[in-house]
T-cell receptor
Framework: EAQVTQNPRYLITVTGKKLTVTCSQN?????MSWYRQDPGLGLRQIYY???????DKGDVPEGYKVSRKEKRNFPLILESPSPNQTSLYFC?????????????FGPGTRLTVT | DAKTTQPPSMDCAEGRAANLPCNHS???????VYWYRQIHSQGPQYIIH???NNETNEMASLIITEDRKSSTLILPHATLRDTAVYYC?????????????FGQGTILTVHP
């Protein structure tokens, strides 16, 4: 089954404790993105990757890091989480031929930073 | 990306057609209109997209006005499972490197 998986689905952590949210897709997609969703602000792109070792900032990259060492994986790293990073996070992937429309989203990771 | 405007909420009776409008009066000639939906904090799901012709797939129909300043997503026989937030997005196909700009969308509630 074609899918995007994220782990963990729920995470409560404390300020400053480094964490990684994993994202994996099994569709051999070139493009992968991370979004965060906050009430009243909609979905905003954090980082995206066009292929292995090619990443770039989205609209709200501050406080986040990403890496793309393998095509299928695109982890999101919070080196020193802060309470304003409490949010619902989504990973998405798409093929090079449909990057702008048919994106496949993961189930989401709800992060709480206290 | 062209700005899109959608009503904040709509209701629809189960089994009836749900018609969701979207205004994109500043859309440029090569920007596509896409529709996604998000069911209760799940990941958004692609529905349909179009440029200027009407489009139909197994999920919905997309009607774009001749001047392309507005469009309507039609769910022909809405079910309770279609209750979701529906997002209309205008963007250039193939140039945004996977970035979609989501607005506030329309909360569609399908009731029995």
């Amino acid at each position: 089954e074609a899918q995007v998986t994220q782990n963990p689905r729920y995470l409560i952590t404390v300020t400053g404790k480094k964490l990684t949210v994993t994202c994996s897709q099994n569709m051999n997609h070139e493009y992968m993105s991370w979004y965060r969703q906050d009430p009243g602000l909609g979905l905003r792109q954090i980082y995206y990757s066009m292929n292995v070792e090619v990443t770039d900032k989205g609209d709200v990259p501050e406080g986040y890091k990403v890496s793309r060492k393998e095509k299928r994986n695109f982890p999101l790293i919070l080196e020193s989480p802060s309470p304003n990073q409490t949010s619902l996070y989504f990973c998405a992937s798409s093929s090079q031929t449909s990057a702008s429309y048919e994106q496949y989203f993961g189930p989401g990771t709800r992060l709480t930073v206290t | 990306d062209a700005k899109t405007t959608q009503p904040p909420s709509m209701d629809c009776a189960e089994g009836r057609a749900a018609n969701l409008p979207c205004n994109h009066s500043t859309i440029s000639g090569n920007e596509y209109v896409y529709w996604y939906r998000q069911i209760h904090s799940q990941g958004p799901q692609y529905i349909i997209h179009g440029l200027k012709n009407n489009e139909t797939n197994e999920m919905a129909s997309l009607i774009i006005t001749e001047d392309r300043k507005s469009s309507t997503l039609i769910l022909p026989h809405a079910t309770l499972r279609d209750t979701a937030v529906y997002y209309c997005i205008a963007n250039l196909l193939g140039t945004s490197y996977g970035k979609l700009t989501f607005g506030q969308g329309t909360i569609l509630t399908v009731h029995p």
